[in-house]
C-alpha cells in the first residue's frame, strides 16, 4: 500500500535521516557537534528527540522488576502531565453532580447532568443507561475529540449534517455502548462547549485548548492531566452513584479523546480496558513531525519515554489501539513502529494476547468493528 500523505519537507528530511523506522534511533547515530550547512527546522527537532533522556522507555529498564519499572514510570507521569499536583491539591475532594434533563430514546435512558470535578470546574456529560439492566452493568466512559459539537457520541447533534458526519464516521460511541448494555458516559473535554474562555464563547470559537494550555503551564499543569483527572473523578462518582461493575471500566474515545483514553488507562488502574482511536503513535512522529492541537503536548515527555511506554503503563490490563491505514495526523507506520515496541512490553507483562491493533481501511475516524471485537472479547473472559 502507497501512503501519499507526508508533506514534501518532511519528506526530504527523512530522507536525510535515513530510513524512517524510528526518528530517536536515526538522530542518535550523527553527532551532536556535526555543523550543518543551513538551518531545517524538521532536523532540527529530530535531533532535539534523539538528545531526549527516554528515562523510562522500556528497552532501557534492564533488570529492574517490571512493576517497579511501572509504579515509578505512573509516578513521574502523573506529575509530568501535572495530575499529582491535582490530587495534592484536592486531596480528599468528592465531586458533586446535579442532572439537568432526561429523555426516553427507546433502549435507553439519554440524560444531561453537570459534575463537579474541581470546585471551580462544573464539567456537563450525557449519561446514557440501558433499558432493562439487571444488577450491575460495565461502565464505557467516552471522551470525545476537537468537535464543536461535546454531545455527538451520545447520539445529540446540531443539525443533520452534523447527524451524518457522526454516524458516517462512527463517532457515537456513547449509543453504540448503550445499545450494547453498557452505562456510558460522554463527558465534555475540558477546552471545550462551555468550558471554554468567555471570550472564545463570545466569539464562536470552537476550542478553548490553546489558551487552557498556557494557563495551565502557568500552575504546572496541562490539558491531558486535567481531562485524565476528570475521567477519573467520573469514575468516583458513577462508582458511588450508579450500578456499575467496578471491574468492567472501559475508556474508548476518537483523536483528541484517544489521548484522553491513553493518559487515562496508564495513570488509573481502575480501568480495565482502553481503546484509544485514531491517536496511538510515536510522539517524534506526529506531534513532533506535523502540527498538532495545543492541548496534546506535555512539556519533556520525551524525557520519560515513548508513547509505547506510556501505553505500556496499561499492561497487563487489555489495550487496543484502533487506527485507520490512511490517517494523516497520525500516520500507519508509526502507529505500527509503536504497536511492535508496546507488544514487547506485554509479553513482558506475561498478557500479549491482551494487546492489539486495528486498522481501519479509512483515515481519522472512529471504528466501531475493531473497538466492539475487543470488548467482547475483553469481556468474555471476565
Known amino acids: 500500500m502507497k501512503f501519499h500523505f507526508f508533506l514534501p519537507a518532511v519528506f526530504l528530511c527523512l530522507l536525510m535521516a535515513g530510513c524512517r523506522t524510528n526518528i530517536q534511533t536515526e538522530a542518535r547515530k550523527q553527532s551532536p557537534f556535526a555543523c550543518v550547512d543551513s538551518f531545517d527546522f524538521q532536523q532540527h527537532s529530530y535531533t532535539m528527540y534523539g538528545q531526549a533522556e527516554m528515562k523510562y522507555t522500556f528497552s532501557k ?16 507521569l502523573k506529575e509530568k502531565i501535572g495530575l499529582s499536583k491535582i490530587e495534592r491539591q484536592l486531596k480528599g475532594y468528592k465531586p458533586k453532580a446535579v442532572q439537568i434533563d432526561s429523555e426516553d430514546i427507546g433502549y435507553a435512558l439519554r440524560q444531561r447532568w453537570i459534575i463537579w470535578t474541581e470546585p471551580t470546574v462544573p464539567l456537563p ?3 446514557m443507561l440501558p433499558k432493562g439492566q439487571k444488577g450491575k452493568a460495565p461502565l464505557m466512559i467516552t471522551p470525545h475529540g476537537h468537535s464543536k459539537n461535546t454531545e455527538s457520541y451520545a447520539g445529540i447533534y446540531l443539525n443533520e449534517e452534523d447527524r451524518i458526519s457522526g454516524e458516517e464516521g462512527e463517532r457515537n460511541v456513547a449509543v453504540q455502548a448503550a445499545q450494547e448494555g453498557f452505562i456510558a458516559i460522554a463527558p465534555t473535554a475540558r477546552g471545550f462547549g462551555t468550558t471554554r474562555s468567555k ?17 495551565d503551564l502557568l500552575a504546572g499543569r496541562t490539558p491531558i492531566g486535567d481531562r485524565v ?49 485514531s491517536y496511538f503513535n510515536t510522539f517524534s512522529g506526529s506531534l513532533g513531525t506535523f502540527r498538532h492541537c495545543d492541548c496534546n503536548y506535555v512539556p519533556g515527555i520525551l524525557d520519560l519515554g515513548e508513547m509505547w511506554d506510556v501505553a505500556g503503563l496499561t499492561a497487563p490490563r487489555y489495550f487496543c489501539a484502533i487506527h485507520g491505514i490512511k490517517d494523516k495526523s497520525f500516520p500507519i507506520d508509526q502507529t505500527r513502529i509503536a504497536f511492535k515496541n508496546l507488544q514487547e512490553i506485554y509479553k513482558a507483562a506475561g498478557v500479549p494476547e491482551n494487546c492489539e491493533l486495528y486498522e481501519g481501511s479509512e483515515g481519522h475516524r472512529y471504528y466501531k468493528q475493531g473497538a466492539w471485537n475487543f470488548i467482547h472479547k475483553y469481556i468474555q473472559k471476565q
Open 125 to 127: 456529560f450525557v449519561l
Open 199 to 215: 471570550q472564545d464563547i463570545a466569539s464562536d470559537e470552537m476550542r478553548s485548548d490553546h489558551t487552557l494550555l498556557l494557563h
Open 61 to 76: 529498564k534492564g533488570n529492574m522488576n517490571f512493576q517497579k519499572w511501572q509504579t515509578e514510570f505512573r509516578a513521574e
Open 229 to 277: 483527572w476528570d475521567i477519573s473523578k467520573l469514575i468516583d462518582w458513577a462508582l458511588e452513584n450508579l450500578a456499575v461493575d467496578e471491574t468492567k471500566i472501559i475508556v474508548s474515545g476518537n483523536s483528541g479523546g484517544g489521548t484522553a483514553t491513553l493518559f487515562a488507562g496508564a495513570c488509573d488502574t481502575r480501568i480495565a480496558a482502553s481503546a484509544p482511536s
